[in-house]
């Protein structure tokens, strides 16, 4: 009997004080950890750490809960002519896609796709991880071609690289892991020297960091494509949200790059909401990566750490006396978690996120211990 | 540790709406095999049965009974007042006495109910009591108006 009560006993509910009872034990023991454990600091991850603009949010729900059941605008068309006007060029010249990731594989891919075998794509190395992978998966080969010694894409280089078989040269400016930056005349310099038919693939997810703008190159500029991102300084990485600009000659090749039914209408909303008003976002993120960057290069200064200028977040570090895994290792062990070079072929470096004051000042604290400044 | 604060989410609160927690028992219940489920589900529905009338009989049977005392008492002692408070005080004894049963029958049928494999949250009391009240109420008004009618126990037939 007690057998057949205790089967029906455990299908009675947790009372409600006794469920805010258990929570209460659990936070008691996270905050009792909290105190005695040191947080992990994430700093491998390119994303803005923050969450994104309030009413970037808001307009995405807003358009949520509008119409969930219809079909987004394949066009974008509000969205386009909000980043035409931001970067001074036609609407037809844009094409929002899911990050600028998804449109550069979309662009390899229409490149290559007419290249037969062996079309090459002259990549400026260390430059975006994925990007290799995405043009072998579109056929073709990818040729790393060196920085030049600030960290940037090297126009001459690159020019240099281009052979018969290339048909697309990549770089990218802020060039994520290094931040060096290429202006509008290394543009024009590199379309001038590249063989006739050859395209530049220019990726300017980190663009936000950066004042100059080189999307309106594409008003007299045929066969550059620049790939812009909301994943970073926008903080929309979750929405998977980009948009390419391309000469208005190009529009056969951009409607290539567009998805098939078009980005979501939250994303359609979040990203014009934040391209109509990035003053109220932008600036005050522009400022805190740069500031960080200065700090950082500040308190490294002496020692056997160093990384290049540039612009933007992401920070490529290199130590004298110690591997990039050294390196890596060191401050994993302060529970701070950076990415190692060698995802990138190079076991010198690591790549570091940059973040807020506190998490630099947690990072300076752990390489000084690893190579302290000299006196 | 999920973050739920609207400043570290955008503007967003993060959680559940109110009422679709799911729900916390003390551990995992082990369910049993589908007939013993299939039996569960049956003794549910008889729970249920029972529970419907026992509310019902709060709305007719015990205000009769407790008349019918009311009025033994009446006849018994000449006293229409003493009649009237025993009544009352006997109809509102019966209904909380009701209540508790019918409040316990409830959590039997919820138990029932989980044990047959439904995810059961809340109890069917209130619904049970809101049903009756109306359907009696609309008796009780065909009844007063249409069968009876006011008018022949106000003037002589």
């Not at chain 1, 004080?17 to 992990?40: G, I, M, N």
């Not at chain 1, 594409?218 to 980009?242: P, W």
């Amino acid at each position: 009997m007690r057998r057949f009560f205790d089967y029906y006993r455990q299908f009675e509910e947790l009372a409600p004080d006794e469920v805010s009872r258990e929570l209460r034990a659990r936070r008691d023991e996270e905050k009792a950890r909290a105190v005695t454990e040191q947080p992990a600091l994430d700093l491998s991850s390119p994303a803005w750490h923050e969450p994104p603009h309030a009413e970037i949010v808001n307009a995405a729900t807003f358009a949520l809960r509008r119409a969930v059941n219809a079909y987004p605008d394949p066009e974008a068309g509000a969205l386009a002519e909000a980043l035409a006007a931001r970067h001074a060029v036609e609407p037809s010249q844009i094409v929002a896609g899911h990050g600028a990731g998804e449109l550069l594989r979309a662009g390899c891919q229409a490149i290559l796709s007419g290249a037969g075998a062996g079309g090459e794509v002259a990549i400026a190395w260390p430059g975006w991880g994925p990007l290799p992978r995405l043009v072998h998966e579109a056929g073709g080969r990818p040729v790393p071609v060196a920085l030049s010694r600030d960290g940037a894409g090297d126009p001459t280089a690159l020019a240099a690289a281009a052979g018969p078989q290339t048909r697309a040269v990549a770089l990218a400016s802020p060039n994520d892991p290094t931040g060096g930056t290429v202006d509008a005349a290394a543009i024009r310099r590199l379309a001038t020297d590249l063989p006739d038919g050859t395209w530049i693939l220019l990726d300017a997810a980190l663009a936000d960091f950066d004042d100059v703008d080189l999307a309106p190159l594409t008003l007299e500029l045929d066969r550059l494509l620049v790939f812009r991102s909301f994943s970073k300084a926008r903080a929309m990485a979750g929405f998977r949200a980009g948009y390419a600009v391309g000469h208005l000659d190009d529009r056969e090749l951009l409607a290539r790059l567009a998805p098939t039914l078009g980005v979501s209408a939250p994303a359609q909303a979040g990203m014009a909401w934040a391209t109509a008003n990035e003053e109220r976002h932008l600036p005050r993120r522009r400022t805190v990566a740069a500031e960080q960057r200065d700090r950082l290069a500040a308190a490294l200064a002496g020692s056997a750490l160093a990384f290049p200028t540039g612009t933007g977040p992401l920070v490529w570090l290199s130590s004298g006396a110690h591997t990039g895994a050294q390196i890596a290792a060191h401050l994993a062990a302060r529970r701070i978690f950076v990415t190692p070079g060698t995802a990138w072929g190079d076991d010198r470096h690591v790549r570091i996120a940059l973040r807020g004051q506190a998490a630099t000042d947690r990072l300076t604290a752990a390489l000084g211990d690893l190579a302290p400044r000299s006196r | 540790m999920p973050r739920n604060d609207p400043t570290d989410t955008g503007g967003l609160f993060i959680g559940r709406r109110p009422g679709t927690a799911p729900l916390r028992y003390r551990a995992a219940p082990t369910r049993a095999s589908e007939r013993r489920r299939r039996a569960d589900a049956a003794l549910a529905a008889l729970v249920l049965v029972l529970e419907t009338l026992l509310v019902l009989s709060v709305w007719g049977p015990q205000p009769v009974a407790w008349l019918w005392v009311g009025s033994q008492v009446d006849y018994r002692s000449g006293s229409i007042s003493l009649a009237l408070l025993l009544t009352f005080a006997g109809m509102l004894t019966t209904l909380m006495f009701t209540l508790g049963v019918a409040s316990r029958m409830d959590r039997a049928w919820r138990i029932l109910r989980r044990a047959a494999g439904h995810e059961q949250q809340e109890g069917v009391l209130p619904r049970i009591f809101g049903v009756t009240a109306i359907i009696v109420l609309v008796a009780f008004t065909f009844w007063f108006v249409i069968l009876e009618g006011p008018a022949p126990s106000l003037a002589p037939r």
